[in-house]
């Protein structure tokens, strides 16, 4: 057994995070490890890491019981973790081979001249145990988030592990970069390194665990064997059955609200054309460096277009700036909520209430005043309507959980009326409980707009969207699937087990 | 389990701590200096050093609180105390209206912040070089106006009395300048906390992107504050010029430092960490009196500056040390 774990107990103050959590590795193996926010998934993972020490309980890795003071005993006993957010791990501004290096010139293993041929030929040996096919030469800042994504995994298995760590790897990966991913680890697997899987997309799960334990409130709620019945899994982890969104209703025959016509996102790609009807939700996906961000900034006022004309509610749209933008009624809630929405804590407005008002603190209050018993009073009102878990208008987002947090920006942005409302990556990092109410509140208010929403990940595109359209090297290439018949199972159904086997693409349009 | 529990108690005595710690500082200070130098706590010498030293400074470090606000450094506020007192001096020498002269004035410093702020807010160069180049240049054009670094006297016939009501008049017993402080402290102070400039102003600083996708019009409030910033330094620099009826090359920087320090502590020494008035005010105290009470027990001159450094890194040990507990 590469990793056995008995009776892991672990609190914070009176918050119990795990309790008498047992579950075993064997090497060779792939165990999902399944969990809604604030299950336990990440307290789990530190114990294993060395992170924090466990209260009670026992981890034993490879027959000998273990105890780990840091992060680097851990790694000595073959336990390495590739952690979530891997934008932030290794140096921006260093090249990816000085970045695969990083772990032995920290732990003072290199020569004290770094760089030159010997460590070139050191960072490929590193590379190519994964066969990572990439100019080792280019800085790490250059990367897309998927490349950064395998150069960190590089960098874990240089360690040699026993147990390798993942702690959803696939969130910011398109398809065909998932499957690369998963080529890769079912070498490791071949190779008997034991995964600890981190994830809630089904499709990952079916690709890749060969088990799955699940947590709920710091517990194992459930054990499955294959073959995996990832329904009942993903009842145990939410404790409900996944809840069915609002069908999704026939492209309505209302004006067109924005209109694209011989658009070029950068210069030299292809131009494209794209109509958003009133009251309809088109989903945009591609995978990431595709230009999804791009056209939803150049909608947004961010930066112009490269050629092309667009036009919004029948009048040519050249958004000089966000501020014009938001003005007319075209909001957008860009990726990466920490960078574009939230403020840090040490700002007054940080709250709650203070996110959700501030783009129209000047339409709220023409004195120059903050109105702030008014910003308190909407502020309720949306958390009533979103459902958002929280005290009050007056928490800082950093104390909910990534699926309110997702609440409080979608909040913000419905807290005046859209003509147009732009979602870039809307579901990132939150658990499919929360997607399905995000769904639910896009589409519910959907109606009264036109809704562009820009996700990776097909599954979530199909089942936020009437229609979805694809994008690849700065340009909408396809429409990925039309609209389909209310009731049926498939484009409707935000349901995350639809069958694989039955492919999204190219379903036949509606007659 | 057992540090757990020890944590909540030592957190808050440690947020506490932050919390007072600047006025804490301060009472230090003038505790340890009262017992040694029998002259420092009398009306007298406390009077002298809040309207020597810490009034004009106050108001420039008001000046270097609202950049900071906004997420840069000026580095021209010495740039603009001089250029404004320059433009004052030359013309009330001119026998000019001594009101048209407080205008020149602050148009000097208007013009240092707009030069700022084309930098900033047009080129997009970050607010410390784009200030540290107006340092230079104003520095060459002082060097250009006076010959090499002259000062200019105002000529005894045209030391006016309303020359004379700005340089040293007072209202109630207290002087011009301190009225000044206390007028721009409260607009300073209600403008960061209670507006909605203030809160846009706040968002650029933390977080620019954040405050972009929110639709602020970040370039433009980036030019307000420069220009706001040089007007409130050449505000410090009519006073200064008008309280010895000349303009002395470059006196400016020496305001520099001192307001960068005080706005820094007043930010760092904040529960929240984010510049603040009464922050800033505390720490022009601090240094003001510091600087006096050191001159009261007879310390060489030259050894005062060690005394100011060793206050700022004491200062800031005790900052971080409060801020990394409380987490």
Redesign the interface.
Known sequence: MALAVRGLTK???STRALADVSFDLAAGEALALMGANGAGKSTLVKILCGVHGA?TGSITVGGTAVTFASPGQARAHGIVAVHQSVADIGVPTLSVAANLLLDSVCTGHAPVWVGGRGSRRAAAAIAAGIGLDLDLSRTLGTLSLAERQLVAIARAVAHDPAVLILDEPTASLSAPEAERLFTILDRLKSRDVALLYISHRTGDLRRIADRIVVLRDGRVAGRFGRPLDLGAALHAMLGRAVGQATPHRPRPETAPVLRLSRTRLAPGATPFDLIVHAGEVLAVTGPVGAGKSTLAGAL?G?WPLAAGDMEFAGRPWRPR???D???NGVF?A?EDRW???????????AHIA?TIS??F??RW?RT???ARAAERRAAAARIAEFGIRTRGPGDLPSALSGGNQQKVVLARWHAEPARLLLLDEPFQGIDVGARDDIVRAIRSAARERATIVFVNDLEEALAVGDRVVSMAEHAVVEEAADFAEPGTAAAGDPHPLRPAEAPPCHRPPRP | MSRAQARPSRSISAAELLRFGLPAMLALVLAVFSALAPGFLTVANVTGVLVNSVALNAIVALAMTLAVASGGTDLSVGTAVDLGGLAFIAAVSAGQPVALAVFFGLLAGIGTGLFNALLIARLGVTPFLATLGTLFIGHSLQQLATDGGNPVYVPAGRITPALALIGHGSCLGIPLSLWLVLLLSTGIGLLLTRTRFGREVLAVGIQAPAALYSGLPVRRILALISIASGTIAALAGILLSAHVNAYVPYAGNAYLLDSIGAAFIGTALSRTGRANVPGTLLGVALFGFMTNGLLLIGWNFYWQQVGTGVLILLTLILAFAGRERVG
């Open positions: 609190s914070f103050g209260d947004f961010l700036s966000p501020r933008a938001i003005r957008l860009g960078r574009t929405t939230f403020f840090p804590a040490t700002v007054p407005f203070g501030f783009p603190l000047d209050s120059g005043l903050v």
